[in-house]
């Protein structure tokens, strides 16, 4: 049983403040990833719930008890770093093993756990290589497995995968996900990569300039993000973001981008008033697969012209202009007829999102 709580944290380095009043509560089991872009303060983050770094002020406390004073070797949580850090001149199953006399555990003892977290990672195999004799990928489940043998009450993970290439990224992701569902450690894991943090976590922390954006499941981070940052942070393509002003008319509510007017139902200008929309301030935020694009006039869609296809095999994404907006939108393979040519063009309401723009909050309106 193992919760970790961050209450008010923050720290400087000079005259930078790279982590601003942070608070979270990771809990027991629970897989969190802190997601943002480099420099955002997550590395700085991770090291200070290790004990690698001392903070100014606030709290960190791991099941109830306060540990900011308590040192790193003390607080019984393994940290996985992005560059292995193996000892070259050991070899796999002695560099798994250190922790374990590093606390001087028996003979037998030692050989259990090295066994059986090698087991359960695929390296038996290898317990006799010297890292140089390993492959990337290998060296960071001998790294992982290193942190997993002491059985600690919690595993901090540092962008572990972000130095291998793409094809191996994408099996270890399904790796590490299998290793939580074995071992259920509590888990903090530190990534620039939306899309690891997507399929890993259980709730993703995301991070901007030392402060928190938004705690929230993948998909709540995703379908509801609250500002302009998360919003194009998380998603690829990233979300279309336009400048709009509304306009009202017997007919309904339109959305007014790129000198033209888009239908949205006339709910729409009640919440925007209730959420205190100011005119001139105001942006739409929609995701490529909320463009919705018919190869014929059809009630309620408006005219645009294609421009760049960008084709990726399972799907295309088409750029449509708006005027001198342009729209990306999320199409079937070969859908449009190619750049240059009419389509009609409908945005989902269900799938639009409102921001003040001075602020970049979210409106918080959903049709
Ligand atoms: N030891 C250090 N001394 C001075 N500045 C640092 C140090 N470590 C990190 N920083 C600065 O703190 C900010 C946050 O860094 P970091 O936590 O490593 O971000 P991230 O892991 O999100 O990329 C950056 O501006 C970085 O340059
Ligand atoms: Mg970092």
């Known amino acids: 049983m193992t919760e970790i709580q961050l209450r008010n944290i923050d720290k400087h380095f000079g005259p930078v403040h790279v982590i601003r009043d942070i608070n979270l509560t990771v809990k027991d089991q629970e897989f969190v990833v802190l997601l943002g872009p480099s420099g955002c303060g997550?590395?700085?983050?991770?090291?200070?719930?290790?004990?690698?770094?001392?903070?100014?002020?606030?709290?960190?406390?791991?099941?109830?008890?306060?540990?900011?004073?308590?040192?790193?070797?003390?607080?019984?949580?393994?940290?996985?770093?992005?560059n292995y850090a193996l000892y070259p001149h050991l070899t796999v199953y002695e560099n798994m093993a250190f922790p374990l006399r590093a606390v001087r555990q028996s003979r037998a003892e030692v050989d259990r756990m090295v066994q059986s977290v090698a087991a359960s990672l695929g390296i038996s195999g290898l317990l006799n290589r010297r890292p140089s004799a390993l492959s990337g990928g290998d060296m960071q489940r001998v790294a992982i497995g290193?942190?997993?043998?002491?059985?600690?009450?919690?595993?901090?993970?540092?962008?572990?995968?972000g130095s291998l290439d793409a094809k191996l990224r994408e099996s270890m992701r399904v790796e590490l996900k299998r290793l939580h569902i074995e071992n259920?450690?509590?888990?903090?894991?530190?990534?620039?990569?939306?899309?690891?943090?997507?399929?890993?976590?259980?709730?993703?922390?995301?991070?901007?300039?030392?402060?928190?954006?938004?705690?929230?499941s993948p998909d709540e981070v995703?379908?509801?993000?609250?500002?302009?940052?998360?919003?194009?942070?998380?998603?690829?393509?990233?979300?279309?973001?336009?400048?709009?002003?509304?306009?009202e008319s017997a007919s309904g509510v339109g959305v007014n981008l790129g000198g033209t007017s888009f239908a949205f139902p006339p709910a729409l200008s009640g919440k925007l008033k209730e959420a205190g929309a100011q005119p001139g301030k105001l942006k739409l935020g929609v995701r490529p697969e909320g463009v919705l694009v018919s190869r014929d006039?059809?009630?309620?869609?408006?005219?645009?012209?294609?421009?760049?296809?960008?084709?990726?095999?399972?799907?295309?994404?088409?750029?449509?202009?708006?005027?001198?907006?342009?729209?990306?939108?999320?199409?079937?393979?070969?859908?449009?007829?190619?750049?240059?040519?009419?389509?009609?063009?409908?945005?989902?309401?269900?799938?639009?999102?409102?921001?003040?723009?001075?602020?970049?909050?979210?409106?918080?309106?959903?049709?």
């Open 222 to 247: 995703y379908r509801y993000p609250v500002n302009m940052f998360v919003a194009q942070f998380v998603g690829s393509p990233i979300m279309n973001l336009a400048d709009v002003d509304i306009s």
């Open 42 to 82: 997550k590395t700085t983050t991770l090291r200070a719930i290790a004990g690698l770094e001392d903070i100014d002020s606030g709290e960190i406390l791991i099941d109830g008890k306060a540990v900011q004073d308590v040192h790193a070797s003390e607080r019984d949580v393994a940290f996985v770093f992005q």
């Open 297 to 367: 006039a059809q009630d309620g869609y408006v005219e645009v012209t294609v421009g760049i296809i960008e084709p990726l095999g399972s799907h295309d994404i088409v750029d449509l202009k708006v005027g001198d907006a342009v729209l990306r939108a999320r199409t079937k393979s070969a859908f449009v007829p190619g750049p240059g040519a009419t389509v009609w063009a409908r945005i989902d309401p269900a799938q639009a999102h409102f921001f003040d723009t001075t602020t970049g909050s979210s409106l918080g309106i959903r049709l």
């Open 184 to 216: 259920g450690s509590t888990s903090i894991y530190v990534t620039h990569d939306q899309v690891e943090a997507m399929s890993l976590a259980d709730r993703i922390v995301v991070m901007h300039e030392g402060l928190l954006q938004q705690v929230g």
């Open 146 to 161: 290193r942190s997993l043998v002491r059985r600690p009450k919690a595993i901090l993970l540092d962008e572990p995968i």
